[in-house]
């Protein structure tokens, strides 16, 4: 078996192992786990046998949005919320919107955000159902306001649409593109509601890379990427992408994260703090619209 495929089933692991008592908090829902994060931080419900887990892809993108995060920050393609309840559970003064396509998705961010362990963050965070590639009115009358957000996080699905795709059809929207254009569609729609001077986020795979670089185009400058490998000496399996809408800073390769030391599945220490909330990957270059 290769190391990527290995490293990938990783990235799907809660950060911080455990589940807490289905029957206690959650009723009625289809097959579910209710996992920790942050080392009890925070809490997630999210499918056992279908759709997307979310693990180490979420904690990455959630450690890009800076110390000292004020405003709202729209987690687009939130799936059950994993990505924008870490960043608000490290932050607390930024609030975020979950936005997720799929019904069944956002129905399990929402009883993520009714779970009595999330009382804290409930009042920072809500949910929006809707398509994220929607445009202009359209757009907003789905709640998603012109220039609204202070911060935009992405994980977009990044598997091409001729990939194999599992049977599982709603693992298989959170995975597969269904258009050539994706990065596109989803760098507008994060383009037109962010701030002037915002920030976006994005986690895909490096082969991904030319073609989120047109999206980012003349909306955005200052892009920063960095490589995350699996262990030293492997080859990048994601990349960690940031910009500033309106900048028109020079585009910066960062020193790439290094998910396992050793030869075993621990963490390196560096990603064990990023997983858990302890520390960010903030930006290199400070976050203006004039740099």
Do not use: C
């Amino acid at each position: 078996m290769t190391q990527a495929p290995e490293t990938d089933r990783a990235l799907e692991q809660p950060a911080t192992g455990g589940s807490a008592n289905t029957d206690r908090t959650v009723s009625a829902v289809p097959a579910h786990t209710v996992d920790a994060f942050h080392n009890g931080g925070f809490f997630l419900v999210q499918p056992s046998d279908a759709g997307h887990r979310a693990g180490m892809d979420a904690m990455l993108l959630a450690a890009t949005v800076p110390e000292g995060a004020k405003g709202v920050l729209a987690d687009l393609g939130a799936g059950a919320g994993a990505a924008g309840l870490a960043a608000i559970s490290r932050l607390p003064d930024l609030s975020t919107v979950l936005i997720e396509r799929a019904p069944a998705m956002a129905d399990f961010a929402r009883r993520s955000l009714a779970l009595t362990e999330n009382a804290h963050l409930t009042a920072r965070a809500s949910v929006i159902e809707a398509d994220v590639s929607l445009q202009g009115k359209q757009r907003r009358d789905a709640g998603l306001a012109d220039h609204a957000y202070d911060y935009v996080i992405l994980n977009p699905p990044f598997n091409a649409g001729t990939d194999r795709k599992t049977p599982d059809l709603l693992k298989a929207e959170a995975h597969a593109m269904e258009t050539d254009d994706l990065f596109e569609r989803w760098l507008r729609t994060a383009a037109a509601i962010l701030k002037p001077g915002g920030q976006v986020s994005i986690i895909a795979r490096p082969e991904s890379m030319a073609e989120i670089f047109v999206a980012l185009g003349k909306r955005f400058g200052g892009v920063e990427i960095t490589p995350v490998s699996p262990r030293a000496g492997d080859d990048s399996i994601r990349i960690l992408v940031t910009a500033i809408k309106g900048s028109r800073a020079r585009m910066s390769l960062r020193d790439r994260i290094v998910i396992h030391q050793g030869s075993g599945r621990d963490f390196s220490t560096q990603m064990s703090g990023l997983a858990n909330g302890l520390v960010a990957w903030p930006r290199r270059a400070k976050n203006r619209s004039s740099i």
